[in-house]
């Protein structure tokens, strides 16, 4: 089951980037974005090397997606054990971050679906959206920058994920559900808040 799952994680996963890839960041996209910040040669050749070694991002999808739900299966099972919770399994914790995972691939398919309809769009109209989050009562080029991650990471699906991983996690905790999510709030929450800061530090200092 837990290797069924990944596979179709990943190949749900997969499919959407190439789709979003091939489909709406087109080469006229990419022109408008970096017209006023570069000469079109250079414009070019940017391009040209995108689509050259644009095989090498597939190639990090499966990686990126293993160690996303590793360290997140490793952030649970940390908190489950200090619960004093006697019987532990890695990895029916890492299947039930592999189930609860599903919810994030909702938002890609909603992304290409909208922007199926939208006439004219931008890269950063590309980059922005995401439904559901808290970034879309905001306009994103009107505030800071490093406010964008943040308020894109505050989401409905973010929020339906904590609650699915309380439910599956929940036998650990004689069926206690509210036992459950207070420990999925402590442990997953608090390197949620970590990779939240991290990206917010990185973008004040690249920015």
């Given at each position: 089951?837990?290797?069924y799952?990944?596979?179709?994680?990943?190949?749900?996963l997969t499919?959407?980037?190439f789709?979003f890839?091939?489909?709406?960041?087109?080469?006229?996209?990419?022109?408008?974005?970096y017209?006023?910040?570069l000469?079109?040669a250079?414009?070019?050749?940017i391009?040209?090397?995108?689509?050259?070694?644009?095989?090498v991002?597939?190639?990090?999808?499966?990686?990126?997606?293993?160690?996303?739900i590793?360290l997140?299966?490793?952030?649970l099972?940390?908190?489950?054990?200090?619960?004093n919770?006697k019987t532990?399994?890695?990895?029916?914790i890492?299947?039930?971050v592999v189930l609860a995972?599903?919810?994030f691939?909702?938002?890609g398919?909603?992304?290409?679906?909208w922007?199926?309809?939208?006439?004219?769009y931008?890269?950063e109209?590309?980059?922005?959206f995401?439904?559901?989050?808290?970034?879309?009562?905001f306009n994103p080029k009107?505030?800071e920058?490093?406010?964008?991650?943040?308020l894109?990471s505050?989401?409905i699906w973010e929020?339906?994920?904590?609650f699915a991983?309380?439910y599956?996690l929940?036998?650990?905790?004689?069926?206690d559900?509210t036992k459950?999510?207070?420990t999925?709030?402590?442990?997953?929450?608090?390197?949620?808040?970590?990779?939240?800061?991290?990206?917010?530090?990185?973008t004040l200092?690249?920015s």
């Open positions: 089951m837990k290797k799952l990944i596979v179709v994680n990943l190949s749900i499919i959407t980037t789709i890839s091939k489909e709406f960041i087109t080469n006229e996209i990419l022109v408008n974005f017209s006023s910040q000469p079109y250079q414009i070019e050749t391009i040209s090397k995108q689509q050259k070694y644009e095989w991002g597939y190639l990090f999808i499966p990686i990126i997606y293993l160690l996303k590793s997140i299966s490793l952030c099972y940390t908190g489950i054990l200090l619960s919770v532990l399994s890695f990895s029916k890492f299947s039930a995972d599903i919810l691939l909702i938002p398919v909603i992304k290409i679906f922007f199926s309809f939208q006439p004219d931008t890269l109209d590309l980059q922005y995401m439904p559901g989050s808290l970034l879309n009562l009107e505030i920058p490093w406010l964008v991650y943040p894109q505050i989401n929020v339906a994920f904590w991983l309380a599956e929940k036998e650990y905790f004689q069926e559900y459950s999510f207070s999925v709030m402590v442990s997953y929450g608090s390197g949620f808040l970590i990779w939240v800061v991290f990206v917010v530090f990185l200092n690249f």
